[in-house]
Protein backbone atom coordinates (compact mmCIF):
# COMPACT_ATOMS: atom_id res chain seq x y z
CA UNK A 1 0.00 0.00 0.00
CA UNK A 2 1.53 3.39 -0.91
CA UNK A 3 1.90 5.85 1.86
CA UNK A 4 -0.11 8.98 1.68
CA UNK A 5 3.61 11.22 2.10
CA UNK A 6 4.52 8.77 -1.30
CA UNK A 7 1.35 9.46 -2.59
CA UNK A 8 1.66 13.42 -2.56
CA UNK A 9 5.55 12.92 -3.51
CA UNK A 10 3.99 11.57 -6.84
CA UNK A 11 1.12 14.23 -7.22
CA UNK A 12 4.22 16.60 -6.62
CA UNK A 13 6.57 15.45 -9.01
CA UNK A 14 3.76 15.06 -11.77
CA UNK A 15 2.82 19.19 -10.93
CA UNK A 16 5.85 20.12 -11.36
CA UNK A 17 6.43 19.11 -14.56
CA UNK A 18 3.69 19.84 -16.08
CA UNK A 19 4.51 23.08 -14.59
CA UNK A 20 7.97 23.73 -16.02
CA UNK A 21 5.82 22.06 -19.64
CA UNK A 22 4.13 25.53 -19.51
CA UNK A 23 6.86 27.48 -18.91
CA UNK A 24 9.46 26.31 -21.07
CA UNK A 25 6.80 25.74 -24.30
CA UNK A 26 5.23 28.81 -23.74
CA UNK A 27 3.50 29.90 -26.89
CA UNK A 28 3.90 26.61 -28.58
CA UNK A 29 0.42 24.95 -28.77
CA UNK A 30 1.45 21.97 -30.48
CA UNK A 31 4.39 21.35 -27.97
CA UNK A 32 2.13 21.80 -25.11
CA UNK A 33 0.22 19.49 -26.05
CA UNK A 34 2.58 17.32 -27.04
CA UNK A 35 4.67 17.53 -23.82
CA UNK A 36 1.46 17.19 -21.87
CA UNK A 37 0.70 13.39 -23.46
CA UNK A 38 3.88 12.36 -22.85
CA UNK A 39 3.93 13.61 -19.14
CA UNK A 40 0.55 11.93 -18.61
CA UNK A 41 1.23 8.45 -20.55
CA UNK A 42 4.82 8.15 -18.95
CA UNK A 43 2.82 8.70 -15.32
CA UNK A 44 0.16 6.49 -16.69
CA UNK A 45 2.15 3.44 -17.91
CA UNK A 46 4.03 3.44 -14.51
CA UNK A 47 0.70 3.02 -12.90
CA UNK A 48 1.03 -0.19 -11.71
CA UNK A 49 4.19 0.01 -9.98
CA UNK A 50 3.44 -1.16 -5.97
CA UNK A 51 7.07 -1.55 -4.60
CA UNK A 52 7.88 1.65 -2.47
CA UNK A 53 11.27 1.94 -3.77
CA UNK A 54 10.67 1.74 -7.45
CA UNK A 55 8.32 4.35 -6.48
CA UNK A 56 11.00 6.52 -5.20
CA UNK A 57 13.16 6.06 -7.83
CA UNK A 58 10.41 6.87 -10.45
CA UNK A 59 9.71 10.16 -8.48
CA UNK A 60 13.68 10.80 -8.59
CA UNK A 61 13.48 10.24 -12.44
CA UNK A 62 10.48 12.79 -12.76
CA UNK A 63 12.27 15.30 -10.50
CA UNK A 64 15.79 15.10 -12.67
CA UNK A 65 13.34 15.23 -16.04
CA UNK A 66 11.94 18.46 -14.56
CA UNK A 67 15.28 19.56 -14.28
CA UNK A 68 16.11 18.94 -17.75
CA UNK A 69 13.17 20.32 -19.18
CA UNK A 70 13.51 23.34 -17.33
CA UNK A 71 17.22 24.35 -17.45
CA UNK A 72 18.28 22.48 -21.11
CA UNK A 73 15.55 22.64 -23.37
CA UNK A 74 16.09 24.85 -25.88
CA UNK A 75 13.71 25.99 -28.72
CA UNK A 76 15.18 25.94 -32.16
CA UNK A 77 14.44 26.45 -35.01
CA UNK A 78 16.82 26.06 -38.37
CA UNK A 79 17.53 29.19 -40.32
CA UNK A 80 19.47 27.12 -42.75
CA UNK A 81 20.93 23.70 -43.27
CA UNK A 82 22.96 22.92 -39.62
CA UNK A 83 22.16 26.93 -38.75
CA UNK A 84 20.04 27.06 -35.44
CA UNK A 85 18.44 30.14 -33.42
CA UNK A 86 18.06 29.00 -30.13
CA UNK A 87 15.25 30.06 -28.13
CA UNK A 88 16.24 30.77 -24.33
CA UNK A 89 14.63 30.91 -21.03
CA UNK A 90 14.92 32.33 -17.77
CA UNK A 91 16.41 29.38 -16.32
CA UNK A 92 18.82 28.43 -19.06
CA UNK A 93 20.55 30.88 -20.66
CA UNK A 94 20.21 34.72 -21.75
CA UNK A 95 21.93 36.17 -24.81
CA UNK A 96 22.27 39.40 -25.29
CA UNK A 97 21.95 40.02 -28.71
CA UNK A 98 25.76 40.39 -28.74
CA UNK A 99 27.22 38.98 -32.11
CA UNK A 100 30.21 36.63 -32.11
CA UNK A 101 32.08 36.77 -34.72
CA UNK A 102 31.38 33.63 -36.60
CA UNK A 103 27.89 35.16 -36.95
CA UNK A 104 27.86 38.59 -36.90
CA UNK A 105 24.80 39.32 -38.72
CA UNK A 106 22.61 36.34 -37.74
CA UNK A 107 21.89 37.69 -34.02
CA UNK A 108 21.03 41.10 -34.26
CA UNK A 109 17.86 41.65 -33.77
CA UNK A 110 17.36 38.10 -32.97
CA UNK A 111 14.75 38.36 -30.54
CA UNK A 112 12.15 40.19 -32.81
CA UNK A 113 12.69 37.67 -35.24
CA UNK A 114 12.04 35.21 -33.10
CA UNK A 115 8.92 36.95 -32.05
CA UNK A 116 7.74 36.46 -35.87
CA UNK A 117 8.08 33.24 -35.97
CA UNK A 118 4.79 31.32 -35.82
CA UNK A 119 5.35 29.03 -32.60
CA UNK A 120 3.61 25.34 -34.90
CA UNK A 121 6.71 26.09 -37.11
CA UNK A 122 9.29 25.65 -34.36
CA UNK A 123 11.06 22.94 -33.55
CA UNK A 124 12.35 21.37 -30.26
CA UNK A 125 15.22 20.06 -30.37
CA UNK A 126 13.97 16.78 -27.62
CA UNK A 127 15.81 14.37 -25.70
CA UNK A 128 15.75 11.42 -28.16
CA UNK A 129 15.00 13.08 -31.53
CA UNK A 130 18.36 14.01 -33.26
CA UNK A 131 18.01 14.41 -36.84
CA UNK A 132 20.34 13.05 -39.43
CA UNK A 133 22.70 15.97 -39.69
CA UNK A 134 22.55 16.10 -35.35
CA UNK A 135 23.96 12.39 -35.51
CA UNK A 136 26.46 12.93 -38.45
CA UNK A 137 27.74 15.92 -36.27
CA UNK A 138 27.76 13.35 -33.36
CA UNK A 139 29.53 11.14 -34.89
CA UNK A 140 32.23 13.10 -36.47
CA UNK A 141 32.67 14.64 -32.99
CA UNK A 142 33.28 11.87 -31.36
CA UNK A 143 35.81 10.61 -33.58
CA UNK A 144 37.19 13.53 -34.00
CA UNK A 145 37.10 13.98 -37.67
CA UNK A 146 35.18 16.84 -38.73
CA UNK A 147 35.53 18.66 -41.75
CA UNK A 148 36.37 22.06 -40.12
CA UNK A 149 39.42 20.07 -38.45
CA UNK A 150 40.18 17.58 -41.38
CA UNK A 151 39.38 18.65 -44.49
CA UNK A 152 42.69 20.25 -44.98
CA UNK A 153 44.20 17.02 -44.99
CA UNK A 154 42.42 16.29 -48.16
CA UNK A 155 42.75 19.83 -49.60
CA UNK A 156 46.45 19.54 -48.87
CA UNK A 157 46.58 22.84 -47.17
CA UNK A 158 48.10 23.66 -43.75
CA UNK A 159 46.02 22.67 -41.16
CA UNK A 160 43.84 25.20 -39.31
CA UNK A 161 44.80 27.78 -36.45
CA UNK A 162 42.17 29.20 -34.05
CA UNK A 163 43.26 33.16 -34.96
CA UNK A 164 42.63 34.31 -31.40
CA UNK A 165 44.94 31.38 -30.12
CA UNK A 166 47.08 30.41 -32.44
CA UNK A 167 46.93 27.00 -31.75
CA UNK A 168 45.67 24.00 -34.35
CA UNK A 169 41.82 24.13 -34.08
CA UNK A 170 40.15 21.24 -32.60
CA UNK A 171 37.06 20.12 -31.68
CA UNK A 172 38.39 19.86 -27.95
CA UNK A 173 40.03 23.47 -28.32
CA UNK A 174 36.47 24.75 -29.77
CA UNK A 175 33.93 22.62 -27.30
CA UNK A 176 36.51 23.52 -23.91
CA UNK A 177 39.26 26.11 -24.46
CA UNK A 178 39.01 28.74 -26.81
CA UNK A 179 37.99 31.84 -24.52
CA UNK A 180 36.14 33.15 -27.67
CA UNK A 181 33.43 31.28 -26.57
CA UNK A 182 33.86 31.24 -23.23
CA UNK A 183 30.92 33.80 -22.38
CA UNK A 184 28.64 31.37 -24.49
CA UNK A 185 29.94 27.86 -22.84
CA UNK A 186 29.68 29.02 -19.24
CA UNK A 187 25.76 30.10 -20.26
CA UNK A 188 24.96 26.83 -21.81
CA UNK A 189 26.96 25.46 -19.10
CA UNK A 190 28.54 22.40 -21.76
CA UNK A 191 30.29 19.66 -19.54
CA UNK A 192 34.13 20.59 -19.17
CA UNK A 193 35.47 17.48 -20.44
CA UNK A 194 35.20 15.80 -24.24
CA UNK A 195 33.49 13.04 -23.34
CA UNK A 196 30.81 14.44 -21.23
CA UNK A 197 30.20 16.93 -24.22
CA UNK A 198 29.72 13.62 -26.74
CA UNK A 199 28.67 11.23 -24.57
CA UNK A 200 25.82 8.82 -23.94
CA UNK A 201 23.43 12.03 -21.98
CA UNK A 202 21.48 13.61 -24.92
CA UNK A 203 20.67 16.69 -22.32
CA UNK A 204 25.02 16.88 -22.73
CA UNK A 205 24.58 15.96 -26.77
CA UNK A 206 21.87 18.68 -26.87
CA UNK A 207 23.85 21.10 -25.56
CA UNK A 208 26.71 20.63 -27.34
CA UNK A 209 25.28 20.92 -30.83
CA UNK A 210 23.15 23.98 -29.25
CA UNK A 211 26.63 25.58 -28.71
CA UNK A 212 27.90 24.50 -31.91
CA UNK A 213 24.63 25.73 -33.84
CA UNK A 214 24.94 28.91 -31.77
CA UNK A 215 28.32 29.81 -32.96
CA UNK A 216 27.49 28.76 -36.58
CA UNK A 217 29.57 25.80 -36.72
CA UNK A 218 27.47 23.00 -36.88
CA UNK A 219 27.20 23.50 -40.45
CA UNK A 220 30.64 22.54 -40.94
CA UNK A 221 31.31 19.66 -38.62
ZN1 LIG B 1 40.96 29.66 -29.84
Known sequence: MM??????KVLDSFKQLHKARKTVFKGDSYALSEARKKINGEFKKQKH???????????????????????????AREVEPGKYRAEIT??????????????????NGVDAKLKEIKPEVDKWICMESF???????????????????SSYLLAGRQPPRCEDCNVPVSV???LLECPRYGHLR???????????CLGESHINLRKTLAFLGTINLLSKI
Do not use: F, M
Not at 3 to 8: A, E, G, M, R, Y
Not at 91 to 99: F, G, I, K, S, W
Not at 186 to 196: G, T
Open 186 to 196: RRIAIPDRLNL
Open 172 to 174: KHI
Open 90 to 107: KDTLRLDNVPYKDCPKEW
Open 131 to 149: GRRERTAITRLSIGHTNLT
Open 49 to 75: VKDVKEIEELIKYANAVETEIRTCVIQ
Open 3 to 8: SINLKL
